[in-house]
Each structure stands twice: as C-alpha cells, then as structure tokens.
C-alpha cells in the first residue's frame, strides 16, 4: 500500500533533534492532559484536552514531514485539522477556525491528490519543490495585506477574541496554502510569519500546549525552508 510505505519512509527521514522537539511535544501534551483532569481550575474541560493531545502529536509529525516535502504529512494533516477545528471552534476563535474549516481542510486533499502526481524521481515519498518568479512575489505581499484588512473588519463585527493578529493568520495562511498546495517553496516564508504571529497569540490566550507547538513550528518552518530551496535547487527540473 503506497500510503504506508510513504509514511515508513518519510519516518525513516526523520532526523534525531526533529524526534526530541515531537517528544517534548509529546510530553508537554500529556502532562496538560493530567493537569486537564486534576487541576479544578483548569480552563479546559477534560475531553478538549484530550482533543489538544492528539492536536499536539499529529501537529508535530505533520509540520516536519511537510517540511521534508513528503507526501505522507497529509495523514497527520487531516486528524490535526479535524481536532484543531473543534478546539477552535470552542474559545471562538473565529478567524483561524474560519481558516481551518474553509480552506485548510478540503484542500488538504487537493494538496494530496497534486503531490502525489507529482513525485520525486529518486525518493517517491516526496514531492518535487517549485519557486515564483520575483512579480509573483509582489502580488502576494499585496494581498495577504489587503486580505488581512477586510479580514480585520468582519472579525472586529464578530467579536473575536484578537482581530489583528487573527486577521492576519488568516490572511497569510490562505495564502500560504495554496502556494503548498502547488507546491511553491516561498510558502515558507508565509509559515515563519504566521508562526510568529500564533505565537504572539497564544502568549496573549495563554494556552501552554499550542504556544509550545506554535513554537516548535516556528523552528521546523525555518528548517522547511531551507530544506524546500535546498530541493528546489538540486532536484527539480521544473524550474530549469
């Protein structure tokens, strides 16, 4: 089965610091979820911190396989789009649940379908790695930020818990997975970006577990890029 041997592969590529930060992921994970179910002044409820544990693992292996351009990060990123919307959804985040419902979840399939027709010559497991011309560039600064006002705007008339930077993180995000979907490395430069701003979030809305994955995201996005220019450069013939 194709779906298998992609993840055995791609879990093979991991590397010996990408399983200590999904360990201490882990850890952090499962010591929110005993503080869930003993702590009466938890902000969670018990099945919600559940919900955050299996976020946080699926997360985890998800970002550092997307960050390797493989094709079996699509398995975590269907279970983790499915928990988060749910944990969203709850604290009335409402423009990256917005985000995660309407863009992120239906396209996660469309990605798959695209990846998959479009593999690595020597490692089947990965994806092959293209890059924008310098105009495309520019057009989309322009409407992350444009995107990122009307956002704002329909967020501040919802009342959501914290219209800029959930404006933002919706805006750069859209952006962000589409150029995924296509498969375009400058899609890291839109990840590092949103993470930073799920950061600042999630210090703001204290949240212990998604402010340590939010950082540890941040770490692998910056290791994707490199990885993604690094493929784009040596691997792929698309762009020579």
Same mark, same amino acid.
């Given at each position: 089965m194709a779906g298998v041997k992609d993840i055995k592969a791609s879990m093979k590529s991991l590397k010996w610091y990408e399983w200590i930060m999904a360990a201490v992921m882990i850890v952090i994970a499962g010591l929110a979820v005993y503080n869930g179910f003993t702590d009466?002044?938890?902000?969670?409820p018990g099945w919600?911190?559940?919900?955050?544990?299996?976020?946080?693992?699926c997360g985890i292996f998800c970002v550092f396989l997307t960050a390797k351009?493989?094709?079996?990060?699509?398995?975590? $990123?269907? =279970?983790n789009t499915t928990v988060y919307i749910i944990y969203l959804g709850y604290w009335h985040i409402w423009g990256t649940f917005a985000l995660e419902l309407l863009v992120y979840f239906p396209i996660n399939f469309i990605s798959?379908?695209?990846w998959s027709r479009h593999r690595d010559e020597?490692?089947?497991?990965?994806?092959?790695?293209?890059?924008?011309?310098?105009?495309?560039?520019? $057009?989309? =600064?322009?409407g992350v930020v444009a995107f990122a006002f009307v956002a704002h705007a329909i967020l501040v008339r919802l009342h959501g818990t914290v219209p800029w930077l959930d404006a933002f993180t919706l805006a750069i995000g859209i952006v962000a997975v589409v150029l995924e979907m296509f498969r375009y490395r400058e899609q890291y430069v839109l990840w590092i970006i949103t993470d930073v701003i799920a950061v600042a979030m999630y210090i703001q809305h204290f949240d212990?577990?998604?402010?340590?994955?939010?950082?540890i995201y941040l770490i692998v996005a910056v290791i994707g890029l490199a990885n993604w220019i690094k493929l784009n450069r040596v691997r792929n013939s698309e762009n020579k």
């Open positions: 009466p002044n938890s902000k969670n919600l911190t559940i919900i955050n544990f299996i976020s946080a693992v351009a493989s094709i079996s990060n699509f398995w975590f $990123a269907t =279970v798959w379908f695209i020597k490692e089947e497991h990965l994806t092959k790695s293209k890059r924008l011309p310098w105009y495309a560039d520019l $057009a989309v =600064v322009a212990p577990v998604y402010l340590t994955k939010k950082s």
